[in-house]
């Protein structure tokens, strides 16, 4: 039975250049290393008017029941300025216990290790009452339309099982053991826009300015206390992130002011819920100042939770005992393709340390990845008792 080297593995998986949604090869491949280990493998393209085509790969060992799977992305972020890298980010190198490339932390490694625990487990146990399967998107930096979500989709279609998922996102701020994510706050996004009456800004009577209205009603949404938080979400939170106002002359009343919003809201809330709060400020304040508005709303998530069980337990209890740490379990942080997986699956997510993602000179500690192929292997080992 072949065994993989998860370092060897994630230097050959970051050497391709997969930014979203660009696979590389990539896939290809991931699904030629799975293959040597005996999965029926296939490589699903989505395609939908507007957005990129997209690879994704499903891959299944075993017919039976329970089936663990493993998911998470091979895509990565743009490197930005090559030359501020210490190295060229996709020609991976170690330096000192590093290893150093794009995708090195999120979250390629995280899927050589994924690969490598299966090929150790396989190794020692031909034979096992279930299956593994692997989940693999290259749209999850993206717009994470033609990925994961799609993935779930063909799945359901086909009528594929899937008992437990693992994600293997990195989901600990700066120690490998600190952190298991057992679900992710919800995420709405607000593109509203006021549209008022232009004008001479000498006569202020004989118009109507949408910025007046707009600044009313991010007041009032800034004050909402939507609430404080459960035992295991922190609040709700709104935040602005865009405010414009497209007016080259100092002399003139706008004819319209658009605003941008986010609100990351925990399980009290549904996305229609917080709709159906936010129409209502909406509709009073544009009455009262005469004005129109408009909203386009995109939701990336709705807020889930994964109760504990006896696997959550029993993967807590494997990565105390090879980190040393006893992990916290929480639901921090932004969206990830967990929230598509938990229609079809129980689903946590635990992977490296996610300190430097995204950044320059993005990183893996060697040490860590290999503990955290331990700790994949002996849940596979636990699992299939």
Request: aromatic share 8%.
């Amino acid at each position: 039975m072949t065994v993989f080297n998860e370092i060897k593995l994630a230097k050959e998986l970051i050497k391709y250049p997969s930014i979203t949604p660009i696979d590389a090869g990539v896939m290809r491949f991931l699904e030629k290393k799975l293959k040597k280990l005996g999965f029926k493998t296939k490589i699903i393209e989505f395609k939908e008017k507007n957005f990129k085509p997209v690879k994704n790969l499903y891959a299944r060992l075993g017919t039976k029941g329970p089936n663990f799977c493993f998911a998470g992305h091979l895509d990565v972020v743009p490197p930005g300025n090559v030359k501020n890298w210490s190295v060229n980010p996709f020609r991976p190198s170690i330096k000192k216990g590093y290893l150093i490339g794009r995708g090195a932390n999120d979250m390629k490694s995280s899927i050589a290790a994924f690969v490598s625990a299966v090929s150790c487990f396989l190794s020692k146990k031909k034979k096992f009452n279930g299956s593994l399967s692997f989940l693999i998107t290259g749209d999850e930096e993206g717009d994470a339309v033609n990925g994961t979500k799609k993935v779930v989709e063909y799945l359901i279609r086909k009528r594929e099982k899937i008992n437990f998922c693992l994600v293997g996102e990195p989901t600990n701020p700066n120690k490998l053991g600190e952190m298991i994510k057992i679900g992710r706050r919800g995420s709405i996004t607000g593109n509203l826009t006021i549209s008022g009456v232009q004008g001479h800004v000498a006569y202020p009577d004989r118009a109507n300015n949408p910025s007046t209205t707009i600044v009313k009603i991010l007041n009032e949404l800034k004050k909402i206390k939507f609430d404080n938080g459960t035992k295991n979400f922190q609040q709700t939170n709104l935040e602005i992130t865009k405010i414009n106002i497209d007016n080259t002359a100092d002399n003139v009343i706008p004819q319209t002011a658009q605003a941008t919003f986010n609100i990351r809201f925990n399980n009290k809330h549904t996305s229609r819920s917080i709709k159906r709060r936010l129409k209502k400020i909406f509709q009073r304040i544009c009455k009262k100042r005469k004005s129109r508005y408009k909203i386009d709303y995109k939701v990336s998530g709705e807020a889930f939770l994964t109760k504990t069980n006896s696997t959550t337990l029993m993967i807590k209890k494997i990565i105390k005992k090879v980190t040393k740490i006893k992990p916290k379990l929480s639901t921090t942080g932004g969206t990830s393709d967990a929230r598509f997986i938990k229609k079809i699956s129980p689903c946590l997510e635990f992977g490296l340390v996610g300190k430097n993602m995204h950044k320059i000179d993005e990183s893996v500690s060697l040490k860590d990845l290999k503990n955290l192929t331990k700790i994949y292997e002996n849940i596979l080992q636990n699992y299939f008792r």
